[in-house]
């Protein structure tokens, strides 16, 4: 019998999201078990974020979109390590993980596969409803774009503070998120504009036939990491972080499932 592609990228999907779900359970009841668990539950997060999107359309279109994405936000993290464009100045310590390039730790392109990706998946839910309009494209790159920038949020009180993988440096702006001026947050916002710029023809299904049912494992793993991220914030005290966090969450959640219900 001749196998699809689907036939081998459904179960190890499934196997990946099992993995990671575990992972996230340890993460939250024994978050010192391994130094390494945080690097587990980012490469699964990433993986399971691709092969959700690798069984809709050809997996050449997936590797093309996850390279373009980690390419430039990647090289956006380490030019602004060097030159504070365009997120501002931070340092990344020794903790953020091995440097490629020796400016680049190697997580920082796989945060921006899972930010992306799935920001993405959820505006689909939410926008599944106007997928026939004219403004749809649009809308869907703006509104990705905007999720990207709050998981950025949810992500900078626990990355800079809690686990500590980079430092903000002081500038002129003296109002700040955790560190974060908001250069950085409309740093992450050009970005992900740039990125979706080059990387939407590839996530495009150019193949006529009916629409797809909704798939919600996008929304699972962007509110999963939003809540991962406001259980590290309340931990450590930071309770208008948690506060903000799910607000903007429950706000997101609520417009996918109404958008993939409708």
């Known amino acids: 019998m001749r196998l699809s592609a689907d036939n081998i990228l459904k179960p190890l999907h499934w196997t990946l999201l099992g993995a990671l779900g575990i992972t996230a359970l340890v993460e939250v009841i024994a978050p010192n078990v391994s130094e390494n668990l945080d690097a587990i539950l980012l490469v699964l997060a990433a993986a399971a974020s691709l092969t959700t999107v690798a069984r809709q359309l050809p997996v050449q279109n997936v590797v093309l979109a996850a390279s373009i994405t980690a390419l430039i936000g990647g090289a956006a993290h380490g030019l602004s390590a060097r030159t ?139 509110l999963g990491a939003m809540v991962l991220f406001a259980i590290g914030a309340a931990a450590a005290g930071y309770w208008p972080a948690v506060i903000v966090e799910m607000v903007l969450a429950g706000i997101a959640t609520f417009f996918a499932i109404r958008g993939a219900k409708w």
């Not at 749809?136 to 900078?156: C, K, N, P, R, S």
């Not at 036939?209 to 798939?215: H, L, M």
């Open 84 to 222: 504070s464009i365009p997120f501002g100045p931070l340092t990344f310590t020794d903790s953020a993980g091995q440097k490629m390039f020796e400016a680049i730790p190697w997580p920082m392109p796989l945060i921006w596969i899972v930010a992306m990706f799935n920001s993405r998946g959820v505006v689909r839910l939410a926008l599944r409803p106007w997928r026939k309009t004219m403004n749809y494209g649009w809308w869907l790159i703006g509104l990705t774009a905007l999720l990207a920038v709050i998981f950025d949020l949810a992500l900078e009180p626990v990355a800079a503070h809690i686990k500590h993988y980079w430092l903000w440096q002081p500038t002129k702006v003296h109002a700040t998120w955790h560190g974060a001026s908001p250069l950085n947050f409309l740093g992450w916002g050009f970005v992900a504009l740039f990125i979706l710029a080059f990387s939407t023809p590839s996530l495009i299904k150019k193949q006529p036939g009916p629409p797809s049912e909704p798939d919600f494992t996008p929304l699972v793993i962007w």
